[in-house]
């Protein structure tokens, strides 16, 4: 009996010392991978914030480096708040009007509705592509009547954008400009993503499309495909630029968003982003 209880002590006993030295090893384990891991951040990231700071502006910016897997950024809170998405929206907006025939391509032509709008550009007949270019705010206001409230919802429940929400059928022309619609700049990032690998429930025509209407500049270096943003209906304004850069056989998807106090502060968003990606020795 004796015997039993001594062979019983040791076995626990030696249960208990591989149990503890388990326990302090993986401590040790969590603690240098944590310190790998933090010391790897500080020494590839730049400060981004500076540019905000250059131009005395608020805001994020978020570029995801798509080989590297890797993500840089300035205002990680702002990077997950939801946001108007403004005439960033086109870029969903043009997908929904290709794709179920509102308008056959992107030279087609809508008739000026002849009301003069303080932006001259608008002010006259145009197509799709021009209207991206130019944003212009009655385009795509009738792209969206024209597609209805419940063609609009059913999409955007199937692409999954942002948070889905587009009010009542009385917004159909509006909801992007001055909400409910929000998203964030980290789920832009993912959308654009999605539209870059053609992962969207798009036909391929509307995808490669869109994507050649974006883009804003190219030269045999790199494609810059990006869309603008402007939301006048909050308080401080507040401005996007985003879509994604493709340089040195490599996709890198930004998002940026500022406080705008005044006209002269729409060119920082672009600038900013410019500025950024400079860091990162591109462009």
């Known amino acids: 009996m004796f015997r039993i209880w001594r062979l019983k002590f040791v076995v626990f006993t030696v249960i208990g010392c591989?149990?503890?030295?388990?326990?302090?090893?993986?401590?040790?384990?969590?603690?240098?991978?944590?310190?790998?891991?933090?010391?790897?951040?500080?020494a590839q990231a730049p400060n981004l914030g500076r540019h905000f700071k250059k131009f005395g502006l608020e805001g994020s910016i978020l570029i995801y480096d798509l080989n590297k897997n890797r993500t840089y950024e300035h205002n990680f809170q702002r990077n997950a708040t939801a946001i108007i998405p403004g005439s960033t929206f086109k870029i969903f907006n043009a997908m929904v009007a290709l794709e179920t025939g509102i308008i056959p391509d992107d030279v087609a032509v809508l008739t000026w509705d002849g009301i003069h709008r303080n932006i001259d550009a608008w002010n006259h007949d145009t197509n799709l592509r021009q209207a991206f270019k130019d944003s212009t705010v009655w385009f795509y206001k009738v792209l969206a009547r024209k597609a209805g409230h419940e063609r609009m919802q059913q999409l955007i429940n199937k692409v999954n954008y942002g948070n889905r929400q587009i009010g009542t059928a009385a917004d159909i022309d509006r909801f992007w400009l001055q909400g409910p619609l929000k998203i964030t700049p980290k789920e832009q990032i993912e959308f654009l993503q999605r539209l870059y690998r053609g992962n969207l429930p798009f036909s391929q025509r509307t995808m490669n499309l869109v994507k050649d209407i974006m883009v804003r500049e190219q030269t045999p270096d790199y494609t810059l495909r990006a869309k603008t943003g402007w939301l006048d209906s909050t308080n401080p304004e507040v401005g996007w630029f985003v879509g994604y850069l493709e340089q040195n056989k490599n996709v890198y998807f930004f998002a940026t968003t500022i406080d705008m106090y005044k006209p002269e502060d729409a060119v920082a968003r672009i600038e900013i982003t410019r500025r950024s990606f400079k860091d990162l020795g591109l462009l």
Do not use: K, P, R
């Open 18 to 42: 591989l149990t503890l030295l388990t326990i302090i090893n993986f401590g040790a384990m969590h603690v240098l991978a944590q310190s790998s891991v933090t010391s790897t951040v500080i």
